[in-house]
């Protein structure tokens, strides 16, 4: 049988361990987030870019064969 004890202090310890885990974390300072951040934004751009660029060529590509064959 369930009793509301056996959920409870489970999760208590879950909890308990949690946080002293969470101690032990090394936090990136501000001045790093915001640096390895603008890389990632930018990084997404360039693949952008490049996925939108070929994107663009291949179905440019497809449409004139399409159109060559459909005559």
Do not use: C, H
């Not at 603008?38 to 490049?50: D, G, K, N, P, R």
């Amino acid at each position: 049988m369930v009793t509301p004890l056996s959920i409870i202090k489970p999760l208590w310890v879950y909890l308990k361990e949690s946080r002293v885990e969470m101690r032990k974390v090394s936090w990136p300072s501000r001045q790093d987030v915001v640096r390895l951040t603008a890389a990632v934004i930018i990084a997404s751009a360039f693949v952008a870019v490049i996925l939108g660029g070929a994107d663009y060529a291949f179905n440019r590509i497809v449409i004139a064969v399409l159109t060559r064959f459909k005559q």
